[in-house]
Antibody, heavy 118, light 107 residues
């Protein structure tokens, strides 16, 4: 059974940094693109970043480009998101999600809350 | 970026009602349209992909349709567990954008 568990969220001041992790189980992690999706309070989801199975291909939304870095460790079956220069509009629940070969987000974690506030 | 517009933003309905939600893309996305269901406090869950294909395990009361750049999600007989927010998402081009959601509430 596929399972994704995020961790690392919390309260951070504007301009600060935070690192999120996602532990995967129940599937061959290295076979899949993985993504970070965020959802601001009361808003629709936003696809923040994705990374290929090998880690060689990455994508970032314009809103986070240059500030966020996605990475993965296939041996540890883990996905990461390093966030820096955080702003108030980065506040929201951050989900890791598996991307299937048709670009569908077919499995999601439970999410971790990031709050950027002074 | 492709913009996805959902309507209505919310609706009230009773158990057993037939409801139809709409999503419109501002340019062609062929049938690269997916629907997700999000219950309060939970992660979104994939319901329908390629406009009309049900994800494994999704009840047959859910169905999807497409006409040009207009897409529909229909629930034929609303059940208690269907009260949630529904999001459409295009997977035609990057960034793969979501709509703002339709909240289905109990009347």
């Amino acid at each position: 059974q596929e399972h994704l568990v995020e961790s690392g969220g919390g309260l951070v001041k504007p301009g600060g940094s935070l690192s999120l992790s996602c532990a995967a189980s129940g599937f061959t992690f290295s076979d899949y693109y993985m993504s970070w999706i965020r959802q601001a309070p009361g808003k629709g989801p936003e696809w923040v970043s994705y990374i290929s199975g090998s880690g060689t291909t990455t994508y970032y939304a314009d809103s986070v480009k240059g500030r966020f870095t996605i990475s993965r460790d296939n041996a540890k079956k883990s996905l990461y998101l390093q966030m820096s220069s955080l702003r108030a509009d980065d506040t929201g629940v951050y989900y890791c999600a598996r991307v299937d070969l048709h670009w569908l987000l077919d499995h999601w974690g439970q999410g971790t809350l990031v709050t950027v506030s002074s | 970026d492709i913009q996805m517009t959902q309507s209505p933003s919310s609706l009230s309905a009773s158990v057993g009602d037939r409801v139809t939600l709409t999503c419109r893309a501002n340019q062609t996305i062929r049938t690269y349209l997916n629907w997700y269901q999000q219950r309060p406090g939970k992660a979104p869950k994939l319901l329908i992909y390629a406009a009309s294909t049900l994800q494994s395990g999704v009840p047959s009361r859910f169905s999807g349709g497409a006409s040009g750049t207009d897409f529909t999600l229909t629930i034929s007989s609303l059940q208690a567990e269907d009260f949630a927010t529904y999001y459409c998402q295009q997977s035609y081009s990057t960034p793969r954008t979501f709509g703002q959601g339709t909240k289905v509430e109990i009347k």
